[in-house]
């Protein structure tokens, strides 16, 4: 890195005499084609197009010979006389074999001052440029609303919010097809670490978006579209490294188009290294194919399959200690960062690695997408895709007695019962516990196993009426099943194990349960504890769409219908006969429409307004304890959401700026929050009924004073808060509800002898997600081949996101919240460089990265104690500090 910056330091100066610009179009739809590549003809001189389809650069020559390149169309070479003209207007290139025309519709893309939502676009240059050793989600950072971080810490274990709401309620989508889990709605970035090296465009839009599907989402959506068939031959092979041991090594090549209308694109990486924090090593490879082709003019047909098969240890959510917690373990890390300290790593006998948080898994998409031309008016999309999803994660069990002995903490406080000298977890001791154990294994590994088959339809059609009114109209189908085991993988140098759950087993619904042979049945390696069962989900839905177009203004009306269908099959706590659960169906429902008016070539105005009824989910929904029970929920109804929004832009040929407004209320929410319970296991209690109002102000700004220098900024405000109280009834670990003061045990939820607590929520902060968030970042493009940067990240408003403490389960009453802890203010600054030269006929780029320059210490993440005070704040992790990496991409 340092012989990087000396080279950069040392190129300094400004290359070219005369500045090159125009605009970038569909031919068919005259749209501005985002992220194109224009570069002077057999040189790596050139630039990438804005969102509006801009570009500009510096030439020193004239005439000079453009190469307008971009997926999905037909190259363009031109010679232009730029000393004559250096603004060379509005070029059009032509659709390929791919319409990206097409694309953009399944995928939900919106175009600027057209589309009436507010909306970011990543290109792949900024990917390439500001990714480094980031968090996928990461590279959203700087987008307004959106608050990402690296949670606890292992290799894709980050998360990403979205105006204050959670992941579940942020729609990912690849080429349209929609990913968030289909039982909890959330999304596991490991799964899909390797989407940075084939993203070809990434756009998020926030609030109710222009997405296409029957199921839309609340806090907004992330659309990324990957690559497909690039114009020319060619590829390209890199490789990275970084700091911790990072090593990535990626390579890809795509065919073009051959003159019997076939292509195909295919990428193959691997990445590895030791982990920021401690002990949380990681290895993950990723794959990409696409293989197209053009049958005619009126049908095109192509094959995508991608994925990335990971395995890393990880640092669990339970194990961010108070801030007190921290500073105690640097007696363990020397020289090291405290925040890096990881509480379950350690060994077992003999040195052997051992680890109660670990990860493996792989969830391949595979989609088959076809593009029917019907007439010039006309056309339809479909897409048929399937993600077959297998991997588990380790789950401690225990006997009674022994409950939180597998976590590295306890409610913010350093487990000390299994903890060496140098603080790694001993887990050498726990052999020895189950030694003198006369029952077997007090403590156990299990695999906590997640399979899943997801199968889908999502067909679009498309017309124009009258030349002003484009109507679409389509089918969003989709199947999954989820077979949820764990199966024991380590006795711990015992016997046997005896799981304590079979004794949760009712009689009534299994033969032989409560028995002594069913209860004190000897488990070994391979058996089934915990749970045994299936979740499936059906869901189906249509949707329309009217877009009318004329001159300055685009407006739209949009509905969609969908049904909701939930069923369990369990064969731990029921025989054959009862293993099946009731079928329960929610009919949800969307109202949208919208306009935008530009006002000017310079100024646009829109506003859009909607309302959404969706079907609670799977998990913590529509069953009480969907782990280890088939009971429905009879109080689960669909959450409601209201939301408006308006914005303004402006730009100019040097400037973009963005406005916008928000109000979404969220009504009938259903919230689910861990329990730490007086035995010291953890639980959960469930809340139902709860209102919240997600209101802000965003505003995002692009310039270009100079063709030396690309400037960006954005600021975002948001007031975010529960609107009402609520009452919220306890599970323990197990998932069983928990008794009343009384000792009784209810068997449906609301009922009055089944533990439970009002909770007063009315006016408390939204946690989990800065309310404040701020960007700044300049672009240096010191000459043809080097270009640097500097980019400052700024976070407040950020409060702990809120929980229980044992204390409050004593009281099995009322609990009020006056606010959670606001976690300290920061700020950091990431570097970035880059240089490229010719190398032995090909052309190759050194990049480099430092993130968190100055090495800032701050507070990413934490849950508050329940008194709003920072003693007690717990669950809290440290943002990563200073990292950094280098790559080496050769081009060919």
């Keep these: 890195m340092f012989l990087l910056l000396l080279l950069l330091l040392g190129s300094a100066g400004v290359y070219g005499q005369i500045t090159v610009s125009g605009t970038l179009l569909d031919q068919e739809t005259s749209e501005p084609l985002i992220g194109a590549t224009v570069i002077v003809e057999g040189t790596t001189i050139g630039s990438t197009t804005s969102v509006d389809g801009e570009f500009s650069f510096q030439v020193n020559e004239s005439p000079v010979t453009l190469l307008f390149s971009y997926v999905g169309y037909t190259n363009k070479s031109q010679r232009f006389n730029v000393a004559e003209k250096a603004n060379l207007g509005i070029i059009y290139l032509d659709p390929n074999a791919i319409s990206l025309g097409e694309i953009a519709v399944t995928a939900s893309i919106g175009v600027a001052r057209r589309t009436p939502v507010a909306m970011s676009n990543i290109t792949p240059q900024f990917i390439e440029e500001k990714l480094g050793t980031m968090e996928f989600p990461e590279i959203l950072k700087s987008t307004p609303g959106v608050y990402a971080t690296k949670g606890p810490g292992g290799f894709g274990d980050s998360k990403i919010n979205m105006r204050g709401f959670q992941s579940a309620n942020v729609a990912v989508m690849i080429n349209g097809v929609p990913m968030n889990d289909m039982e909890w709605g959330g999304v596991y970035w490991s799964n899909w670490a390797g989407l940075s090296d084939v993203t070809s465009l990434m756009q998020t839009q926030r609030g109710l978006g222009a997405s296409k599907v029957s199921a839309p989402s609340v806090g907004g959506s992330i659309n990324i579209i990957t690559k497909s068939i690039d114009a020319e031959k060619g590829g390209s092979a890199s490789y990275s490294l970084g700091n911790d041991g990072y090593n990535k090594v990626v390579f890809d090549v795509s065919t073009g188009l051959s003159e019997t209308g076939w292509a195909m694109t295919m990428l193959l990486g691997k990445t590895w290294g030791d982990g920021y924090v401690q002990g949380a090593d990681f290895v993950g490879y990723n794959y990409f194919i696409n293989v197209a082709k053009k049958i005619n003019e009126e049908h095109q047909i192509s094959f995508t399959a991608f994925g990335a098969p990971q395995e890393h240890y990880q640092r669990s959510r339970y194990d961010g200690l108070t801030i007190e917690g921290w500073q105690e373990v640097q007696k363990y890390m020397g020289d090291n960062s405290p925040y890096r300290y990881n509480p379950t790593y350690g ?246 429409g919208g306009a935008n008016y530009n006002l000017t070539s310079e100024h646009n105005v829109f506003a859009n307004v909607g309302f959404i009824s969706r079907a609670p989910f799977f998990s913590g929904g529509a069953f009480l ?227 968190n320059l100055f090495d800032q210490e701050y507070i990413a993440d934490a849950v508050d104690g329940g008194d709003g005070q920072w003693q007690s704040a717990y669950q809290l992790f440290y943002g990563f500090g200073r990292t950094y990496n280098v790559r080496l991409k050769i081009n060919f």
């Design 347 to 592: 060994f077992g006998l003999n040195g052997e690695r051992k680890s109660s948080a670990y990860n493996v898994y792989h969830k391949p998409q595979i989609s088959l997408n076809h593009i029917w031309q019907i007439d010039e008016k006309s056309s339809l999309s479909t897409s048929l895709y399937t993600s077959l999803g297998r991997g588990y994660g380790y789950s401690g069990q225990n006997a009674d007695g022994y409950s939180g002995h597998w976590y590295g903490t306890t409610n913010g406080i350093l487990n000390e019962t299994y903890r060496n000298p140098d603080g790694t977890f001993a887990y050498d001791q726990i052999y020895a516990v189950n030694a003198e154990s006369t029952e077997g294994s007090v403590l156990a590994m299990s695999k906590s196993k997640n399979f899943h088959d997801w199968y889908g339809i999502l067909s679009t059609y498309t017309t124009t009426i009258a030349q002003t009114i484009d109507v679409y109209g389509g089918l969003d189908m989709r199947y999954y099943k989820g077979v949820h085991t764990n199966e024991l993988l380590d006795l711990y140098g015992g016997d046997y194990y005896i799981d304590r759950y079979r004794r949760n087993v009712s009689a009534e619904n299994y033969a032989g349960a409560g028995t002594d042979a069913f209860i004190m049945r000897k488990m070994q390696v391979g058996d089934v504890v915990y749970r045994d069962y299936d979740g499936h989900v059906f869901q189906a839905g249509g949707f329309g769409q009217a877009e009318y177009n004329v001159g300055n203004l685009s407006a739209f009306a949009a509905g969609s219908l969908s049904n909701t269908t939930y069923w369990r099959y369990d064969r731990f706590y029921y025989d054959a006969d009862n293993a099946k659960s009731e079928t329960v169906d929610y009919l949800g429902y969307t109202i949208k």
């Design 625 to 851: 304890n969907s782990t280890v029970s088939n009971e429905t929920n009879p109080d689960a109804v669909n959450e409601k959401i209201f939301s408006m929004e308006a914005g303004y832009g402006f730009k100019t040929s040097w400037l973009k700026a963005d406005v916008n407004v928000y109000r979404t209320l969220w009504m009938d929410k259903l919230l689910s929050r861990s329990v730490d319970l007086n035995d010291g296991s953890r639980g959960t209690i469930n809340m139902e009924g709860i209102d919240a109002l997600h209101q802000g102000v965003e505003v995002e700004l692009t310039a270009r004073p100079y063709s030396w220098l690309d400037l960006t900024g954005m600021i975002s405000i948001g007031d975010w808060q529960w609107n009402n109280n609520t009452v919220g009834y306890f599970y323990n670990d197990g998932s069983q509800p928990l008794a009343d003061m009384q000792g009784n045990i209810a068997s449906a939820a609301g009922a009055a002898d089944h533990a439970s607590m009002k909770l007063n929520l009315d006016g408390v902060k939204v946690g989990g997600s800065a309310q404040t968030t701020a960007a700044l970042g300049a672009k240096f493009k010191i000459n043809k081949d080097l270009r640097t940067g500097l980019d400052f990240y700024y976070f407040s408003r950020n409060y702990a996101d809120w929980s229980f403490r044992s204390s409050d389960l004593l009281m099995f009453g009322e609990k009020s919240y006056a606010s959670s802890w606001e976690i300290p203010e920061a700020g950091m600054f990431d570097f970035f460089a880059s240089y490229a030269f010719p190398l032995g006929g090909t052309k190759a780029v050194i990049s480099g990265n430092i993130n």
